[in-house]
């Protein structure tokens, strides 16, 4: 299989290229630069692996949540080449993505974006016979009202613990085994949680590949940043 992952949803453009059994990819830190930096990162990873864009068998593609125009960009753009090319696509959770950063054990993961406005992305998974299991659903809220299945360890990773730490750690409901709150969701998981899908039938039309927000507001007005309404 022949498949090209884009992952914008963060802080981090990256986009991997599954071809037979072997995975490239290009990702860096590139915040509002992602527009101009993700389709020239795709293009290289099919020069590096010989391919042309019609050799590929498919597009998968992080739908958030994370920052609003970083996830309709990637959607756009999976939208965009798999019209062109006729390809299937699969959307994957980007929070889910995230998740496969964490060491791969028998914890509880919780994977944490900072969504700004004093809120975060938040979804609990763990890892069960090599397969990522959701333990509950995802969500958009405040740290302090986060609430979490038992679990009795916790690995914690994304930028909503470098931002809410402290909270965080008060709301777990088991021991603190790592936390990494430098982590970003990857188009390479994207492509690993993409793949599955693909072979248990999961893909569908460009026209069905659509971004997930949580929530429809995505900046303060005036006057609930505290300044003078005009």
């Known amino acids: 299989m022949n498949l090209l992952a884009i992952e914008t949803a963060t802080e981090s453009c990256s986009v991997a290229l599954v071809h037979g059994d072997m995975v490239i990819e290009r990702s860096e830190i590139a915040p509002r630069k992602h527009a101009e930096r993700v389709l020239p990162m795709a293009d ?11 050799a590929l ?3 998968a593609v992080g739908r958030g ?7 309709r960009l990637a959607v756009s753009l999976a939208q965009g080449m798999a019209l062109a090319l006729d390809l299937p696509v699969v959307t994957v959770s980007s929070l889910a993505a995230l998740a496969l950063e964490a060491p791969d054990d028998d914890a509880a ?3 944490v974006i900072d969504a ?34 038992e679990a009795g360890s916790w690995h914690v990773v994304g930028s909503g613990w470098a931002t809410y730490a402290q909270i965080l750690r008060g709301r777990l409901t088991g021991a603190l085994v790592s936390a990494e709150g430098d982590r970003y969701p990857q188009a390479r998981h994207v492509a690993e949680l993409a793949v599955r899908e693909f072979q248990a039938g999961r893909a569908v039309s ?3 590949a659509l971004p997930v ?6 900046a303060l007005t005036l006057a609930e940043q505290g300044k003078p309404v005009p």
């Open 57 to 59: 068998d498919g597009i």
């Open 44 to 54: 290289a990873l099919l020069a590096e692996a010989g391919l042309g864009r019609h």
């Open 109 to 111: 993961i919780l994977a």
């Open 65 to 71: 949540p994370g920052a609003f125009t970083g996830v």
């Open 116 to 149: 700004r406005m004093g809120e975060i992305y938040a979804a609990s998974y763990r890892r069960e016979a090599g397969v990522l299991v959701p333990l509950d659903a995802e969500r958009v809220g405040t740290a302090d009202l986060l609430e979490l299945p």
């Open 213 to 218: 927000y949580l929530r429809d507001k995505v």
């Open 206 to 208: 460009p026209e069905q």
